[in-house]
């Protein structure tokens, strides 16, 4: 094990008391293996992977290893704060590893053990569950870790990403926060977590944070979520990716300058990957509230999926002329 | 002789995955090996979650010499033809080839003696090229070496090879290899947790010896029997029964190199959910077994789970862990189960209008609408309620929408039997909704109450005339919408319930109901398409001035009405069926070979009346009499090139037996098709039977080749009404023997 020794830990920093203390002792396990911690990237997502450190870094051959905890969106899983598992935003920390490690598995257990979850006693299990997304065009083969039975995290090497071929492949952590701190408290309901590990008046508790917002939200995605300003948003963030995209292409000739309309194959870098993907983001998450409405149709539903898929390919296209994609000057 | 060991150590392989890859690594290896000339005495494949492993016994040391002969050219052949043959046969001069002569003359051989190579070297050559090119159905790349193309690719990243080869008596030699920058070697390890240290390996018997105790039990079927075994005993001390699952088994098995089997409980108040329902939760969700109450066959409050750990603390935290995920699922299911109840099966009726069945076949509303009116139809003729069959044709998917069948499909049909008791259904309309759906499989029950069979049939015929329209036909190996399984369902509602159902006719129903509606475009379309192809055809015809070999994209299409194509696959798909049960498929055919035969069940009866009939001596004569009478028919008609067909004339008879001969046909005639009017089949081959002695003495007495041609063409065409007669109850020709 490393220098991190969980004894040496105050009562309320430690993992399996406080949910901000499992937070902190999963970064500082990934910062003390070389993990560059990243702050959760600023746009609403409905996943980690949708973290351009995630999505456009795992493209390209440039090594990078990073973890960050990334607040996540999923409209349709809002259940108004009354059912013990499921929320409508919760926490990811993801972390991607590119090349994959060898010991991968190894270092994914130590981090366990990081947060008090001791493999001698309990039983975890590499299970079967191969992760693909639809609107990122992305693939990879993997597992859903098991912690005596209990889902705590998924672990993917991609494969493929934006359609392109990730050459090499990254090796992606992604911790169900909640749930796993639900598992290392000991509570049945998410609300009853500990946040800060404190006792008593001083104990700040998940609901004290999340619960109204829960409420609100779930109000807000399932019934009154402005669907006329929503599908105008999804046609302006499309369009405006599409625009960044194109303006992006730097012609090779002329080293300085943006021009318009150049044909695929005399492109040379892309300047501005990074702005048309955010609006690849804003489409996707605006899809997934649109669908919490119930106002897509299941026909329109793929369409709307390959659309945002387009956006996240040419995105992909696009870093890969950047420098960090791998392009050089 | 030597025996090599083979052992592939990678992250976790998917269970489902597990069993093929064993066999596909054993068959590979070893077709390989003989290709190569190792002949060896057997082979033993082997999986856990994290390792493929091979043994082959008794392989030779060296493979052996081989001396091959190449014939070359002709003696005296040009020099360039004798320097390519020098060349291929890698000889130095002619004078190293034998001189051979031949039919042509003499020739050039060359003799090449290729000595065998050591074993160990031609191993070496044939596993990384196995490693390679290893059939996984998805494979993956990952590390540094993922960036280069043309990385190795395995089912997840394959970490170690063990290659040992070597004589019992010996220390078995490293297979010298390396695929990808992986050398093979002779270490492995043991459990990932258990025994996590390295050790050496030498050959099978002590490589599972060492794996086992470094808690790993190599053998899948092992792994079985243990958590079979101790989950029974287990069970058994607590007055309880596993409810075995040989699914879950062989998964657990893949899930675990060490099986530990425990016991845990969750809270009695869920068993007020539907058993299906807990079942499902525990199984899918959590990979654990349910356990029922060996008297009262219910489901208990227990599971029984299989972990991968001998635990320092006895398993206690697995099973509080395992519990309390079994809680927190059975929690959401019971929370599922709950909000379904609360939204009556109809209400949920209009989200169908929304939903695409099959983009060709409109949306499920539409569907359910066409089951529904079908079922309707049908329900007189199965002898059910027309009100409840229309009831449960109209509720009969709505459970597709509830929150536990978009949890659990495989829970589709029960859920919406539960739904509707506790909504107050009829108890007949409730079983419907489940029973509809089958049978689902060769093994499983066909309903019998008539509103089930009615939603059953309307279901599935709707269904199979509907993809029929489309021309999304099963072909070869590709029945993605099961519509085998879905004729086949027919076939058995029809038969075990006796059902008087014509098939055409019940088709017909359907493509009527879909005129003026929005089927009718379907129907335009197959229209469209038949008339394309007969205009293909035409062309074709004329290109060829004649007749044409039929090849189409559609060849059941061709000249077919829908009705007619798909009933073509229904006698297909019964024939299949009889003959699955034992009776002879030329009967079907003889049977099939008549007329407007589309009522299953009276086809059925046919044949099996026709097959009594000729396995009594009666029978048996009549057949061969039937195939002496269309010999001599066909030999004089294709001498004559004309056909003797039409009534013979009275005035020629001149023997007894002619006469006797052709009243007996007549009355034989009468009287079968009076009877297969009346479905007495039985009675139709008894009417048949009587013609035996008539036609046996007009073989024996009658001469039918005279000279006088009118007296000739007269008994030919009299021998031909025994053809014509027979046909009242099969058609003969197609009957063998």
Known sequence: MSALRLDDLPPHMRPERSF?????????????????????????????????????????PKPWSAAFVQPSRRPKDGRYGENPNRLQHYYQLQVILKPSPDDLQELYLRSLYAIGIDPKIHDIRFVEDDWESPTLGAWGLGWECWCDGMEVSQFTYFQQVADFECAPVSGELTYGLERLAMYVQGVENVFDLNFNGRDGAARVRYSDIFLQAEQEYSRHNFEYADTDMLFEQFRMAEAACKKYLEAGWQSPQSGDGISNNIPPKARGRHLMALPAYDQCIKASHVFNLLDARGVISVTERQSYILRVRDLAKACGEAWLATEGGGRSA | MPDLLLELFSEEIPARMQGRAAEDLRKIVTGRLVEAGLVHDGAKAFVTPRRLALSVHGVPARQPDLREEKKGPRVGAPDNALAGFLRAAGLKSIDEAKVQPDKKGDFYVAVIDKPGRPAIDVIGEILPDVIKNFPWPKSMRWGVQSEKPGALGWVRPLHAIVATFGPETEDPEIVPFAVDGIAAGNVTRGHRFLAPQPFAVRRLADYMAKLERAKVVLDAERRRDIILTEAKQLAFAQGLELVEDDGLLAETAGLVEWPVVLMGAFDEKFLHIPEEVIRATIRNNQKCFVLRDAAHAKLVDKFILVANMEAADGGAAIVAGNARVIRARLSDAKFFYETDLRTRLEERLPKFKDIIFHEKLGTQAERIERIERLAAELAPLVGADVAKARRAARLCKADLLTEVVGEFPELQGVMGKYYAETQGEDEAVAHAIEDHYRPKGPDDLVPSDPVSVAVGLADKIDTLVGFWAVDEKPTGSKDPYAL?????????????????????????????????????RVLDRYEDRVSRLE?????????????????????????????????????????????????????VDAVFALEGQDDLLLIVRRVEALGKFLDTDDGKNLLAGYKRATNIIRIEERKDKREYTGAPDPKFYQQDEEKALAQAVGTAKADAERAVAAEDFEGAMRAMAKLRPTVDAFFDKVTVNVDDQALRENRLKLLNEIRAATRAVADFSKIEG
Do not use: S
């Open chain 1, 20 to 60: 901000q203390g499992l937070i902190l002792a999963l970064q500082r396990y990934w910062a003390d293996w070389g993990c560059v911690i990243l702050q959760p990237y600023d746009m609403e997502v409905g996943a980690g992977t949708f973290h351009p450190a995630t999505t456009l870094r795992a493209l390209g």
């Open chain 2, 484 to 520: 085998r399984r879905a004729a086949l369902g027919v076939i058995r509602l029809v038969l075990d319930n006796r059902i008087r159902a014509p098939l055409k006719i019940i088709f017909e129903i359907v493509t009527d109901g879909w005129k003026n509606r929005n089927m009718q």
């Open chain 2, 535 to 587: 205009d293909a055809l035409a062309v074709e015809k004329q290109k060829q001035k004649g007749a044409v070999v039929i090849d189409t994209p559609f060849p059941g299409l061709f000249g077919f009405g829908l009705e007619e194509d798909l009933l073509a696959f229904f006698a297909d798909r019964l024939k299949v069926q009889l003959r699955e049960q034992g009776a002879r498929h030329d009967l």
